[in-house]
């Protein structure tokens, strides 16, 4: 028994941080992959698989670059490369050219990626100043969804707009997820549960 709590509580997190690691070496070096094949082969399929792979690598400027040309040449309607371009261009404080994107998703398929554009258009909304607007789509977005992406956003807004008593109360419920959930999910959740807890503790009691 007391083997198997070591391994639970001492080895398990070093292969998830090993698995990773791998993933990382993998996604590198396919994006070198695609890197070539675009030079012969500059298909929109490929330019836009390269920009998938850049996004997840935190490339955002390289992966926005592509997605633009993946968009100006595709005959597709798919709405995949404007969220992803939105997702990018809200890393890099593109809030005018993020809110066109999202707002695109959103009015053709408000419940894309299990409501999480709704929310990142909130969130674009609240960056770009729009205070009246954020808090309208983030109601409408906490109603329908639990992400804690979501949650952790709004609670940052209202913390912005000194609404600290509802600031503490969104964040407090990221962290009430904790204990009833998987392992595996808390494992996922881990960087949001991190970000509700500084959020806390920078907000008045």
Same mark, same amino acid.
Do not use: C
């Given at each position: 028994?007391?083997?198997? %709590? ?9 292969? +998830?941080?090993?698995?990773? /690691? ?5 996604? #590198? ?7 070539? *094949?675009?030079?012969? +082969?500059?298909?929109? &399929? +490929? =330019? ?13 400027? $390289? ?11 595709? #005959?597709? !309607? /798919?709405? !995949? ?20 994107? =999202? ?36 109601? $409408? ?5 639990? %992400?804690?992406?979501?949650?952790? +956003?709004?609670? /940052? ?5 000194? #609404? ?7 964040? &407090?419920? *990221? ?7 998987? #392992?595996? =999910?808390?494992?996922?959740? $881990? ?7 500084? =959020? ?6």
């Amino acid at each position: 028994l007391g083997a198997l %709590v070591y391994i639970v509580a001492e080895v398990l997190p070093d292969v +998830n941080l090993v698995v990773g /690691s791998l993933e990382a070496f993998s996604r #590198r070096r396919r994006i070198r992959q695609f890197e070539q *094949i675009v030079i012969d +082969n500059p298909a929109v &399929g +490929n =330019l836009e698989e390269l920009a998938d792979l850049l996004l997840e690598e935190r490339k955002f400027a $390289r992966a926005k670059d592509l997605y633009d040309k993946v968009i100006a040449t595709s #005959r597709s !309607d /798919s709405l !995949d490369p404007f969220y992803r371009r939105g997702l990018a261009e809200l890393e890099l404080d593109d809030f005018k050219g993020a809110l066109a994107d =999202l707002e695109r998703v959103v009015a053709k398929d408000p419940k894309y990626d299990f409501h999480r554009a709704l929310g990142l258009l909130a969130h674009a909304h609240s960056r770009a100043g729009d205070p009246q607007e954020a808090d309208a789509l983030f109601t $409408r977005a906490t109603d329908i969804s639990t %992400v804690s992406e979501t949650y952790y +956003n709004y609670a /940052s807004f209202l913390a912005a707009e000194q #609404r600290t008593a509802e600031a503490r109360e969104w964040a &407090g419920r *990221i962290l009430a997820k904790k204990p009833t959930m998987p #392992r595996y =999910l808390r494992r996922h959740e $881990r960087p949001w549960f991190r970000k509700a807890s500084a =959020l806390l503790k920078r907000l008045p009691a």
